[in-house]
Every structure is written in C-alpha cells, then in structure tokens.
C-alpha cells in the first residue's frame, strides 16, 4: 500500500498535539485532523479557563483578607462577562500558540472531522481521504448528562459553563467529582448560591477519606450547600428558572442546573468498528501497555482510552507513542506516583496510596498527620485549617501516599511525587532541612505517628 502519511492524529488536543509534533521530529510525515479547536479539553474547556476562574474566585477571599493586613479596600464587586472575555482571549491565545507550533514542526494541520475506513484510512469531512501507516486516536473525552430524568435537557455541562451570557445567583451541580466540586467552590465565591447534590454520604470518591471530609466541611464554610444522599427526579422550565424536584422531597428553584456526572470517551461515529477496532464496555479504546490496539497499526492516547484521565498523563503517553513507533526509543511509562490536584478552595494535592489502598495492600501502614492555621490567617481571622497526612509503610518506613489540603497543595503534591517515586522514606523526609516559614515544612517536621493500623491481608 502507498501511505499520504507516516501517521494521521485524530484529535488535536494535548496527547495528540504531542504525539504529532514528537514523531514530525523523529522524521515522520504527519498530519493531525481537529474539527473545533486546536488544544482540546484541556485549552478550551477544562485546565486551563477552570484555572483562570479558579484564580478568579480567590479574590473574593484576598479582599477580605486584606483589611487583617493594614489595607483598607472599598466597595467590590464582580464583573462575569468582563471575565469569560478575558478567559476567551488567552484561550484563543493558546489555541493559536499549539496551531503556530504544529506548523513550525512541520505538522499539517487538518480542520476537519476525521473518520476511520480501514486499518489505515481516513476520510475527512472536507472531502479528502488519506491512507497513513499508522493513526493515533486521541479524540479524549466529553461531558455526560445523566441521569436520564424528565427535563435534563434544560441542565448544562461543564463545556457551556464557562460561557454562560448571565451569571447564575443560584446554581444546582449534580455531581461529586472533582469537575463538580471545582465549580461549587468557584462559583460560590464568585457569588452564586450554589447547591451540591450527589449520591453518596461524601464527594470525591477514591480520594483520601480525610481529604473528603474536610474538604466538604471547607465547602459548607464557603456556603455550598450539601444535598448528599439527594437527586433530581424532575426538571421543569418557569418563570423564574428552573423548578427542580428532587429525591429527598425538598424543592428547589434554581437559574442554572450544571451537570458534572461524569465524562466518556469520545469515540462515537470515528469509524473505529469498520477499522476493527476492540472496544470497552464504556465505549474506550482498548489498548496494551504501549497504547496499541487490537488493531497493529492504530494506537490511542489520552482521555480515550480511559486510563488516568490527565493532561500530563496524554502529553506523556503521546511522547511515548512516538518515540516508541518513530524514534526508535521503545517507552512504556509507568504510572505509579501520579500525582494530582483538585482546584478547590482549599485546594486539594494527593499522590500515591490512601489510607485505605495502603492498609489493604500491606496490611501494616503508620499514618502521621497535621493541621494548623496557615499564617495568613493569623492576622485575616479566618478559620482556614491546613490539613496534610503521610502515609507510611508499617515495617520499611516507604512513604506509600501523601495527602494535603490547603493553600498551593498542587505545587506541593508535584515535588513530593518525584520523591515517592525514587522510594522515599520516611527518614529521608526527617533528615530533611525544612523551609520556614512555609506550610510546606510541616511535610518534613512530623515526628510521632497519630495512628499505627494493622489488617490482615
């Protein structure tokens, strides 16, 4: 067969952008389809407008934290459309930025909608076809309106919330997620009366359990109010909103219904069964620990295949792609120690094992926990609370997890993974020089442990 290209991305996002711009350098004759905008989820709408209305609400607390500090700040008030014009010029900055660097490494650019025909063709929708030796799947993943309940049509996903004409004063998000719990905190201190309703007795599930309860203490402070155990039966259009029934029997009228229940892999209509392509239950493309599917000459990357649905898990499972396919350097990342964040207010940075994965997998665990106030509200009278938790190995002193909550705990879970991927203990975290004043000494001041737990496994 005679190939157009060496290898066809489908999916201009993070992993995919990658993955192109990796094997052009290796070389290869690439062209990457994209049929809305150059960046994917994470540029358009997820990381990084998340993060500018994350920053955005935090004011509200700078404001009022000031006068504790000599500032005598005067009247306040909140701007939403000025804000979503701000956040669309950078996002179309960046937009632009990832198209100019595709071109610059010699990537063609497709704008359109790319559809599998076989194991190694394409069809766009602007009426070109193409035959490539490889293609990369990396459409990522995209917003579910569930449950199925009469009138969830009227809700809206985390895609539109970022560019709603009117801000919502009251504002119903079903979900317990991280997408979910992100804008309750954004948006109550943005203004909103926001509601949080979800199934189970936290959010958050699979974190640390101590890192789900104070976290949804931290938002009933900020004035989310919880609905746990509660779900909306019925929705209805009215005069003043949305009338929404909901299962623990208490109605609620609210401007604005955000459903964050979860996200699936975006592989409806790309031709990937006429391609032979295997399929899990929840529609992701199967693939090996070298992200190959059943299918020799298709991979996948990314939110698409449903593994850890990151950013920086696609931008590396990208890079490893090509260089593994194009550049002669066979790479199979590892996945232990990923650390990650939840952008709440307080923020939320966890890496390795909680407390329950450690005990069931080891049986022996010692946990060394703290909380303080940070300094800055020693003179804001705030009651902000930092919490941050160890989890040790009962008989090695490995550091199986670490858990914090507070200002920047982000920053902190990045530079720790690095050292529980190098197989840190718990002496090497003590024979540490701490930085003071910082909250982060604490990590490396902790001495006794709070609790010493024992299974048998």
């Known amino acids: 067969m005679t190939f157009d290209y060496d290898l066809i991305v489908v999916g201009a996002g993070s992993g995919g952008v990658r993955a192109a711009r990796v094997a052009a350098s290796h070389g290869a004759k690439v062209a990457i389809a994209e049929e809305f905008r150059v960046g994917g989820t994470c ?51 960046l937009s632009d930025l990832y198209a100019e660097t595709l071109a610059s490494s010699g990537v063609e650019l497709i704008r359109a909608r790319a559809t599998l025909t076989d194991p190694n063709g394409v069809r766009f929708s602007n009426g070109r076809s193409a035959h490539a030796r490889y293609i990369l799947i990396a459409t990522g993943g995209a917003p579910v309106l569930a449950p199925h309940i009469p009138g969830i049509e009227f809700g809206i996903s985390s895609n539109e919330i970022f560019d709603l004409p009117k801000f919502p004063q009251r504002l119903l998000i079903v979900g317990a997620g991280y997408i979910a719990v992100e804008f ?33 203490e931290a938002l009933k402070t900020a004035g989310v109010e919880h609905r746990a155990g509660a779900l909306p039966t019925r929705i209805a259009k009215c005069v003043g909103g949305l009338d929404v029934e909901m299962s623990d029997g208490a109605p609620l009228t609210v401007d604005c219904l955000l459903i964050a229940t979860g996200r699936r892999p975006m592989t409806q209509n790309l031709g990937l069964e006429a391609a032979g392509v295997e399929l899990r239950e929840n529609g992701a493309v199967a693939v090996d620990e070298d992200s190959r599917s059943n299918v020799e000459s298709i991979y996948a990357v990314g939110d698409v295949t ?38 709440t207010t307080p923020e939320i940075g966890t890496v390795g094992l909680t407390e329950a994965e450690a005990l069931a997998q080891h049986g022996a665990i010692d946990i060394y926990e703290t909380q303080f106030r940070p300094m800055r509200a020693t003179l804001s009278g705030r009651g902000e609370r930092v919490y941050m938790k160890l989890i040790i190995h009962g008989s090695n002193g490995r550091v199986l997890g670490a858990h914090i909550l507070g200002p920047e705990a982000g920053e902190m879970a990045q530079l720790i993974a690095v050292a529980l991927r190098m197989g840190a203990t718990k002496s090497d975290f003590d024979a540490t020089m701490a930085v003071h004043p910082t909250m982060a000494e604490e990590l490396v001041t902790m001495r006794a442990p709070s609790r010493r737990l024992r299974s048998q496994i």
């Open 43 to 93: 540029v358009i709408r997820g990381c990084v407008p998340k993060k500018l209305y994350v920053l955005a609400s935090r004011f509200h607390d700078d404001f009022q934290d000031a006068a504790g500090f000599g500032w005598r700040v005067g009247d306040v008030s909140f701007d939403w459309p000025a804000l979503v014009a701000a956040k669309e010029k950078e996002i179309t900055r």
């Open 184 to 216: 309750a905190s954004v948006f109550a201190r943005l203004g909103a009366k926001v509601h949080l309703a979800y199934r189970a007795d936290l959010p958050l599930r699979g974190f640390d359990d101590d890192l789900r309860s104070r976290l949804c």
């Open 306 to 343: 449903d593994r850890i649905n990151l950013t920086p898990v696609a931008i590396r499972e990208g890079q490893a792609f090509a260089d593994s396919v194009f550049g002669a350097t066979p790479t199979t990342l590892d996945y232990e120690c990923t650390p990650s964040a939840v952008f």
